[in-house]
C-alpha cells in the first residue's frame, strides 16, 4: 500500500515562491538561519596548539570512546540569553510566540568538544508572565545534575524577572539542540541549534551548520493544551505548516477564505542554501518540532549519514532520512547533480509522515549552487523515497544500517530491567491522558526531585513517577507500546543502547548486534511494538525518561530515574549542591506564592 511520493507530487503553487514578500525580520527576528547570511561554520573554534594538535588533541571518532575519553580543553563558551514575549510571522502567518534573543530559531551555541559551556538565561516572560527552563538535549550533565534543565526534576523554574545561569561540559560532540522544558513551552518557539565540534573520519568542505526541521502552530501552546486536556478533548493537535530553518510559505487565501482574520502575508519566505559546485557540504539535521516525524531529502542528491544524535556511525548513503522529534543526522551532500552545472538549483523537502496530524506537512527550502539565480524557484524532481511512505510511520532506518563508529557492545546481563508499558486513557472527568509505566506523570514544580535525593529522602509522590534505580550500573528498559502511535523516546543524561525494536512484545532474548548496538538519545517505539533500551547507568542524579512529542509528555508520558542517589548524597549532601540550585527554588517559591501558577499539565 505504498503512497510513495503522494505528498510531494501536490505541492501547491501558494507554497513555491521564492522571492520573500516579508523581511528576515518580521518572519524570525533576529534570526539568520536560512539565509545566505549566516555564516559557514569553522570546522573548530580558535586555532591548533603549538605542536599542530585540534583543541581536543589527538583523540579520533573512531579510535576514542567518547563516554570516557573527553579532553578538558579549559575554554568556556559563555552565551547569555533573554527570554521574551513576541509577535513574528515565521510562515507569513502573525502570531505570538517566545523567543531566545529575539530570535526564532534561537542563536546558535558553538563550542569544541572539552569546552565549558555556560548559558546565563533571563526570563523576560511578561504580560502574562510565565517560568520557564533550558534542557541542553544530549548532554550528559555528568557532574551537573542540576543543569540539565527539567523543572520538577533537576530544578525549580526560573521566575519571572529572574535568572539561572547553566554551565556543564560539552563532553560529547556533534548536533544538538536546546529547548525550553516547561510545559510545552517549547512548541510556542523556544528552541535554537548546538553544534559541538570534535574528530571526524569523514572528509568534507563545506560546514553548512544546523537545518532545524519544524512543525508549526498558529496557535499558542497553552491555548492547544488547554483543548486537549479539556473534557472530551482530542489528543490529535494538528500543526498548521512545516518549517525550515524556522521558515516556509503559507496559503494565506485559504486561511481567509475560512474565515481567519489574523494578518498573514502569502509567499513570506523559504530558507535558501549555497551549494559550490563540486564541493562536499555538512548539514546538520534536527528535528525541533513539537510532534511530527520528518522525512528530509535533497532532490537529485544523495546523503551519507555521519552521525546520528551525538554518535559518529559508519558512513552510509540515503536518497532520504527519517528524524523524530528530538533525532539528528549529520549529512555530507556534495554538489555533484546535473553535471555540476554550477547554475543549478534543487528543492530541499522536509515532509512531516502519515502519523503526524498535519494540516500542511510540507517543507520547502531552496539550494542553489554558486551561478544560481536565487530570484528563481528550482523545478527538481523528488526522490521516489522522500515524501510520506507508508513505512517510515515509526521505524525510521533499520538497526542494522546504523553502526555506531567507535564499537561498544552490551555488557552482559542488566542489574535491573523495567518494563513500561505506554498506554492512553480517559480519566473520569472524561480528560485523555497517557500511563507511562502505570502512571500519568505530573512534576511539583517546587519540589524538583534531584533536591530530594540530595536530602536522602527517597518517598516520591507516585505521581511524579520517579523510578530509584539505586546503584545498578546497567539497566534494561523494555518499553511496550500498546497503541497506535509513534512515540520518540528520550532518555536524559545518557546515550542508550537500542537492543531491539519491533512489532508486538520482545521475544526477551533478541539483541540486534550485540557487539555495537545503535546508540544515541532519543529512538522511536513503533505503534503496537516493543523497544528495548539499555544504560550503564552511573551517571549521579535524576534523569527525564519520557515520549518527546511535546503533547504527550503534556498529557501525563514522562518519568524520572534516579540513578546512583548514594553518590549523589555523598558528593552534594549537606551544603553541596551551588546554591544557585537553593535560590532558583527561593525565587520561584515567592513568585507562586503570589501568582497562580497555572499548571495545566505534566509540567515538562
Ligand atoms: C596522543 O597524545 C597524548 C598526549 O598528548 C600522547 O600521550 C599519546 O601518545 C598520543 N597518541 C597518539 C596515538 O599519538
Ligand atoms: C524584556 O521584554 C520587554 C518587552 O516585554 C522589553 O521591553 C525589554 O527590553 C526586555 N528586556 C530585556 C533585558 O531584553
Ligand atoms: C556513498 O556515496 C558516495 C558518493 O556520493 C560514494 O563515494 C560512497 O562510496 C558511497 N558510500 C557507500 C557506503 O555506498
Ligand atoms: C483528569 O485529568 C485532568 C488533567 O490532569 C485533571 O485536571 C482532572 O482533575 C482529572 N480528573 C479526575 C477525576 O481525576
Ligand atoms: C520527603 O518528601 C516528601 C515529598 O516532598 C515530603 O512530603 C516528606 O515530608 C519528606 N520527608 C521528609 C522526612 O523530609
Ligand atoms: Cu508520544
Known sequence: MGVIGRAIVEVSSKLTGVVASLTQEKTNGSSRLGTFLFPLLAFFLGNLTPDGQYPWGNLTDWGNNQYTECPITGAVRTYDFVISRGVIAPDGYQRDVLLVNGAFPGPLIEANWGDKIVVNVFNNISSPEEGTSVHWHGFLQQGTPWDDGAPGDTQCPIAPGKSYTYEFIASLYGTSWYHAHYSAQYAGGIVGPIVVHGPTQAKYDIDLGPVMLSDWYHRPYFDLIKDMLAPGGSPRVPSDNNLINGKMNFDCDAAAAAGDKTPCTPNAGISKFKFQTGKTHRLRLVNSGADGVQRFSIDGHTMTVIANDFVPVKPYNVTAISLAVGQRADVLVTANAAGSDPKSAFWMRSDLTKCSAAKQPIALAAVYYDQADPDIAPTS???????????????????????????????????????????????????????????????????????????????????????????????????????????????????????????????????????NPVRRDVEIVRPWGHLVLQFDATNPGVWAFHCHIAWHASGGFFSSFVTQPEEVRRRWGGSGMPPKMEQVCREWDAWSQINVVDQIDSGS
Open 381 to 515: 524532481q523528488p526522490w521516489a523515497d522522500a515524501g510520506d511512505p507508508e513505512r517510515d510511520c515509526g521505524a525510521s532506518d533499520d538497526l542494522d544500517k546504523r553502526e555506531p563508529l567507535y564499537p561498544i557492545p552490551v555488557r552482559g546481563e542488566p542489574a535491573v530491567t523495567k518494563e513500561m508499558k505506554i498506554e492512553a486513557y480517559r480519566n473520569a472527568s472524561d480528560v485523555f491522558l497517557w500511563k507511562f509505566g502505570g502512571v500519568s506523570t505530573r512534576v511539583d514544580y517546587n519540589h524538583p526531585a534531584l533536591d530530594m535525593v540530595v536530602k536522602g529522602n527517597m518517598s516520591f509522590p507516585e505521581v511524579w513517577n520517579v523510578r530509584d534505580f539505586g546503584a545498578a550500573k546497567t539497566v534494561r528498559l523494555v518499553v511496550l507500546n500498546k497503541g497506535p502511535g509513534t512515540h520518540p523516546m528520550h532518555l536524559h543524561g545518557y546515550n542508550f543502547y537500542v537492543l531491539s525494536s519491533g512489532p508486538g512484545d520482545w521475544d526477551g532474548k533478541t539483541i540486534v548486534r550485540p557487539s
